[in-house]
């Protein structure tokens, strides 16, 4: 959370500290995929799975969206720009999953995962990125227009 809502002035920029939170995102995500496995013991509804996997990829922006915001085109940036173009995709592809799969006569409570108030944070961010790389050219914008 810090991460997400600290002036990008004030953001300490220690990479041993990045490379635990990214470890700890990683860990974070292998348990919660131990739950949203169908097969488990304890398998998690559409939309619980919908929900961890937003978050995950919120997360994942909010770690990378300070290097993004930078001037400097470097390694660090290119990294950044692609795990945040990752998840751009990943998010717009959860939602577009969870609309796609009410219409169609599926469950209707994944359509909830629409209504979790960060959902319109993630779907602007998801799609300023998506248009920052096309941009910079590191994504086909036919791509980006589906």
């Not at 500290?17 to 919660?32: D, G, H, S």
């Not at 013991?41 to 990378?64: G, Q």
């Not at 085109?73 to 009410?102: E, G, P, V």
């Amino acid at each position: 959370m810090e991460l997400r809502n600290k002036s990008l002035h004030f953001v300490q920029n220690d990479p041993n500290r990045e490379a635990e939170i990214v470890a700890k995102l990683a860990q974070w995500w292998n348990e919660a995929e131990d739950h949203m496995d169908p097969g488990g013991p304890y398998p998690a509804p559409p939309y619980a799975a919908t929900v961890l996997s937003l978050l995950r990829h919120e997360s994942v922006i909010s770690l990378y969206r300070p290097v993004l915001a930078t001037s400097r085109k470097d390694a660090a940036h290119s990294t950044a720009l692609q795990h945040c173009i990752f998840s751009a995709r990943s998010i717009i592809t959860s939602l577009h999953n969870a609309i796609h799969k009410s219409t169609d006569g599926g469950d209707s409570t994944s359509t909830l995962s629409l209504l979790w108030p960060s959902c319109s944070w993630a779907v602007w961010i998801s799609t300023f990125i998506m248009f920052y790389a096309v941009n910079d050219g590191h994504v086909e914008r036919n791509v980006v227009m589906r």
